[in-house]
């Protein structure tokens, strides 16, 4: 069985990942303790505002997102912003600057669980992508299993533990709280994790299905079937929101690689982008740390080449 990962608060989520054990076969697997980066490997410098020329297309299928949701998931619940002064925000302080202005966000959001929920999912899933852009608004951190089609490790540990294969499958270990079912999900998470009330492009019933269809058609199923892979003796973390397309570029090989991974969500208003910002200086997403390897970086384009390169087989 897998062990119960992560029992660290809310103050103190960005420590360490506790071990994984996989029930299923692990001949495919190389041994845990071989996992290493590439040998002549050196983390980017982060570059803020560009895309590689070879990932252009990429991003911008990823893009389409942002049109077919309504940006469902760039911000955080109760979001709101106010442009002041440059001298108001102290420069060690998270903030987009313009002209000689500061852009200050504030948010309502409620404080979160102890412990991060732990969800089942793959990212070419529509009613899964519900459930993700939930955790945006909510500002939540997730352990998120991915359960791509043909996974040897985590589609059986949900037939498992739930009774039947299906996604997305949450488990909350604050409350004990397990279900299938998106809009389950989604009302369970704002009722014990926010105010209460759905966002109208979640609540839309047949219709939000549908858009959050449309909006994976520029990656054509990206991040839906499984590439053999090595399974890391501890999560992966990352620094993502669901709605930006390079988060997204970098979740699809997560996913395809199975590789678990904690996910610490920082939409616009999200006091973890200060949080970030603390920790390593800057604030730019994605951002990965990988304990297997001690590496972290920035930068998705060579996160990807990265993941593929200590990951896969």
Known sequence: PISRPYSAGRTARMGRVSVLKSSADASEAAPLTQISPPGDFKA???KPFSVRPDKILDTVGASLALIFRLAT???VSGYSLRIVPANEIPSNQYALE????KIKETSNLRPGPEKPIEIYEFEGCPFCRKVRE????LDLDVLYYPCPRNGRHFRPKVLQIGGKQQFP????PNTGVSMYESDDIIKY???KYGDGNIPWTLSLGPLTTLTEGLAMIGRAGKGSSYIPSKLPPQPLEIWAYEASPFCKLVREVLNELELPHLLHSCARGSPKRQALRDRVGHFQVPYLEDPNTGIQMFESAEIIEYLKATYAL
């Open 44 to 46: 980017p410098k982060p």
């Open 73 to 75: 998931g760039v911000f």
């Open 98 to 101: 313009l002209a000689g202005f």
């Open 134 to 137: 939930i955790v945006a608004i």
């Open 169 to 172: 499958y949450m488990v909350d």
């Open 189 to 191: 998470l704002v009722g």
